[in-house]
């Protein structure tokens, strides 16, 4: 199986990212790849939503590119925000606590939520 990597048309401030398929050592450098032009399109302090909805399975190999793309983000200070993780795919990050519960969503309406309230607190 493949992976499948797509992006909408990004914006500086936020790009959000699909991925479809397998997440493994086959497929790593598939995402790698994408991500090393997708990136840099992203604002310093921007945020990276990647949709994890049509991602059937990920490998340790598939963590470390998350890992390695939350870094780059981080020094960037930018964020990155998972949204939609199947329950498999869920499961493997409580698992391993590769990724921090608040940056996970089940849904795009719980991330527009959690950012309505973000910015709340910096307006006021």
Known sequence: MTLIVRSESPT?????????????????????????DITPMV?????????????EYISSAGLRSLAQ????????????LLLNPQPQVKKVFEIVKAVPVAEVFASV????QYLDHMQRQITG
């Open 69 to 80: 793309l939350r870094r780059q983000m981080h020094d960037r200070f930018g964020r990155t």
């Open 12 to 36: 500086p401030a936020r790009t959000t990212v699909w991925l479809e398929g397998r997440l493994d050592a086959a497929t790593f450098g598939d995402l790698d790849s994408a991500l090393r």
């Open 109 to 112: 309406a719980e991330l527009d």
């Open 43 to 55: 604002d310093n302090g921007g945020t990276l939503v990647i949709d994890l909805s049509g991602l």
